[in-house]
């Protein structure tokens, strides 16, 4: 398989359906990315126009990989943070269509991600990633480091209670 082709994203009719069908599918096989199962297309869509909003007045960057035409994977750079913390951004919504993981996706879109947010200044990721079921391997491959467990932290889209996972990765020096 090739690279995916990975650029950022803006609000269309044509990516809001795929990310939206994307999302409703990872929710669906149990990720962890604040949603409850089943997902109705329109509470996907109106997330995603949120998104794709806030992306367009800057405040994130939602990236999407592509295997030809076809969006196969996504992830949010979120920059609009705190006055006290422009040094850092966030990691979001990490996910990549069933039909494609383990293909390297979500590795390329995460290092996309970090080569956007150092253009921009940063010198600080973080994110979180569930207890059960979550991608900490894939973040523990690409440098990011555990801080810790917080456990009971989030309900799983099919019930139950997991922990989230919190890393941080250092991409410059600190100012």
Do not use: C
């Not at 869509?45 to 969006?71: C, K, N, P, T």
């Not at 979120?78 to 990490?94: D, F, G, S, T, V």
């Not at 991600?113 to 253009?119: D, F, G, T």
């Not at 690409?142 to 250092?170: C, E, N, S």
Request: net charge neutral.
């Amino acid at each position: 398989m090739l690279p995916p082709r990975i650029v950022a994203l803006s609000d269309t009719p044509t990516i809001r359906a795929g990310l939206s069908a994307m999302l409703i599918e990872t929710v669906a096989h149990g990720g962890s990315v604040s949603f409850m199962h089943p997902l109705s297309p329109d509470d996907a869509d109106a997330f995603w126009q949120e998104s794709l909003a806030a992306a367009g007045r800057g405040e994130r960057i939602v990236l999407g990989a592509f295997d030809e035409q076809d969006l196969i994977g996504t992830v949010t750079l979120q920059l609009k943070l705190p006055p006290n913390q422009p040094h850092r951004a966030e990691i979001a919504k990490m996910m990549t269509r069933v039909s494609h993981r383990k293909r390297g996706v979500a590795r390329a879109l995460l290092q996309a991600a970090e080569n956007l947010a150092r253009s921009r200044g940063r010198t600080m990721l973080v994110l979180d990633t569930a207890e059960d079921g979550g991608a900490s391997s894939l973040y523990e491959g690409v440098g990011f480091q555990l801080t810790g467990i917080i456990p009971d932290y989030a309900v799983k889209p099919h019930g139950g209670l997991t922990g989230t996972m919190i890393y941080w990765k250092r991409i410059g020096e600190a100012a």
